[in-house]
């Protein structure tokens, strides 16, 4: 801690990298904390070393971003696990079992988002992954799944369905959840979503096409069953237009939205609500990313999901704000630079609404019922949740006690929301589930292992 | 049980690293991960629970701790999350580690 930086971004994704830049360009030093070894956040994975042109060119956009980042305002440390946040603010984060020791004037956590977890049973069969792994492994090393089926919802299962077919390695089937009625629905949205028209017909584009290449195509699909079939392929059931349906294949990759990663920011003591359109926790933010916490500013998906693009002006936006806040713009020129950005990111987030409805996940998602595993660390199924519930288990505290479901190391990044889920069915008081540091799980010898020149943290 | 990868090969990449997995030697791309290294290689489980049940990567950036495996002795290591390097001895884990054999 020999030298304080005027901001630590933790996360390098487009709402920190955009940060980030705003601040060098100020003449303001940032430290930039990220777990991956680049920057780049998982939209522009592996977009810095070769990528392939199947992946389009919403993903080359990036490009920019990321060379920014080479500023010599800008100290990057990659492969850093952040496991704690303190008042000052400090930040603690480890790297090779070494633990450091970060101070800054002011802390914007951009951590972004995660996929939302999709139970059902078999789920945890490994021939099972989300769509987002696949697709970060075709960012980050060209690997292609072998005639995959894709399942679930949303604009990113249609995104990887169609660079696969680019890849020349197209899925097997798509198999989507949303019904008609709820396209019905959502077209409610498009007078405010046309407002971000570019997007909307870049979603119709992709259905096209996907069509086009003849990917066998489901809509309205529910009952999503796994089994392990022949040399370890899955065997996937499900029941779409009122029959059972079978497909078997190496790989069955399912998706149902992203949710903004809020451990850190929870542990940092900021407030939380729920988002009942989302379905997803998010921390409160006002219009610049400010939280309750002093010093303490969240940008991007973290702060609720609005995608990439938005992820890009709100970061720029609150990286004005703490220059503002630090004194090294007066309003007037916060004002001048602010007003434009604000205008784009209101565009970017317009379709939001349109895609929440139009995508929004099933019941079988957010509540599982039966043997379905929920919690994947501790094996927990929804029948023992529920269960738990019915005994008496007041809230996701008393579920956690009662099953165990959340104490493992993924500390209910995989099962917080399918609980809730359980809990709010069940009649019982869905609070917002603790989180405590470490944030990551880190070892007691990690801890202790300060790096040279570290002071120890009170 | 012998499983092939689900995936199709990566391209080829002019560093190679060696690694062992449970004493075989297998070749990697040198940037990659260790998690990427271990999908391209095989597409059995990578870890299995304290009931045995087999598990492999699930979300590929760090949130699902399902590709734990033990590296050079210490076990719990996210392998989606470090780069794969020359002569690392990995191991899948079957169960739970022990305080035992933490540090």
Redesign the interface.
């Known amino acids: 801690m020999t030298d304080e930086v005027d901001l630590i971004i933790v996360g390098a994704g487009p709402a920190g990298m955009a940060a980030a830049r705003t601040m060098a360009k100020n003449g303001a030093r940032v430290l930039l904390l990220d ?3 680049r920057p780049g956040g ?1 939209i522009y994975r592996g977009l810095d ?1 070769s990528p392939a042109g199947y992946l389009g060119r919403d993903y080359a956009a990036g490009a920019g971003l990321i060379a920014s980042m080479e500023a010599p305002e800008i100290t990057y440390e990659g ?1 850093a ?1 952040v496991w704690r946040i303190e008042d000052g603010p400090r930040v603690l984060w480890s790297r090779d079992g070494e633990t450091h020791v970060s101070a800054g004037r002011a802390l914007l956590l951009a951590g972004g988002a ?2 939302r ?1 999709v139970p059902f049973p078999g789920w ?7 769509a ?2 696949a697709q ?2 075709m960012k ?7 005639g ?1 089926i894709l399942a679930g919802s949303g604009p990113l299962l249609y995104l990887v369905a169609l660079q696969l077919i680019h890849a020349g ?1 197209p899925p097997v089937a798509l198999v989507e959840t949303q019904t008609k009625a709820m396209m019905a629905r959502a077209a409610w949205h498009l007078p405010g979503a046309l407002r971000c028209s570019p997007v909307l017909v870049k979603g119709l584009g992709l259905l096209r096409r996907i069509r086009a290449a003849g990917v066998t195509r489901f809509t309205g699909a529910r009952d999503f069953c796994a089994e392990e079939g022949e ?2 392929d899955v065997t996937f059931r499900f029941t779409a237009k009122g029959r059972a349906q079978e497909i078997t294949a ?2 069955l990759l399912t998706h149902h939205g992203v949710v903004p ?1 809020t451990h850190m920011s929870r542990a940092a003591g900021v407030s939380h609500r729920w988002n009942e359109t989302q379905q997803a926790y998010q921390p409160e933010v006002d219009a610049l990313g400010r939280t309750n916490v002093a010093g303490v500013h969240i940008a991007g998906d973290a702060a609720g999901i609005a995608g990439a693009e938005a992820a890009a002006f709100a970061g720029e936006l609150a990286a004005l704000d703490i220059l503002r806040l630090a004194g090294k713009l007066s309003d007037k020129v916060f004002e001048a630079r602010a007003e434009p950005v604000r205008v784009v990111l209101k565009r970017a987030r317009a379709v939001r609404p349109f895609l929440d409805a139009a995508y929004a996940p099933p019941a079988e998602v957010l509540a599982p019922v039966g043997e379905t595993i929920v919690c ?2 501790e ?1 927990v199924t929804a029948e023992e949740i529920r269960r738990s519930v019915a005994e008496g288990a007041q809230g996701p505290r008393q579920v956690k006690t009662a099953t165990r479901a959340g104490m ?3 500390q209910g ?2 099962c917080e929301l399918a609980v809730r889920g359980i809990i709010a069915e069940c009649g019982g008081t869905p609070d917002l589930p603790r989180t405590r540091s470490p944030i990551k ?1 880190v ?3 990690e801890m202790a292992a300060l790096a040279q020149g570290q002071p120890p943290s009170d | ?1 012998s ?9 080829k990449a002019d560093g190679t690293v060696c690694f062992t997995l449970d004493g075989e030697p297998v070749m990697a ?1 040198d ?3 260790l998690a ?1 290294a271990i ?2 290689h095989t ?4 870890r299995t ?3 045995g ?14 590709c ?1 495996v033990e590296v050079d002795g210490r076990p ?1 290591v996210q392998a989606c ?3 794969v390097r020359e002569g690392m001895a990995v191991r899948r884990q079957d169960g739970l580690r022990g305080l035992r054999h ?2």
Do not use: H, K
Request: charged share 15%.
């Open positions: 777990e991956q070894q998982q070393a492969n696990r995660q996929e977890p945890t069969l490994p021939g099972v992954m989300s987002g792994a970060i492994l980050s090393a060209g690997m292609l799944p072998r995959a390695a040399g370890g190496p790989l990663s994947r660390c094996e493992g190391p993924c990044r995989m799980p070892s007691l010898g | 049980m499983i092939a990868s689900r995936f199709l090969p990566p391209p791309r940037g990659d991960t990427v999908l391209a597409g059995a489980a990578t629970t304290a009931s049940s087999p598990r492999a990567p699930y979300c590929m950036m760090g949130v699902c701790f399902e734990l719990n999350l470090i780069p933490d540090g």
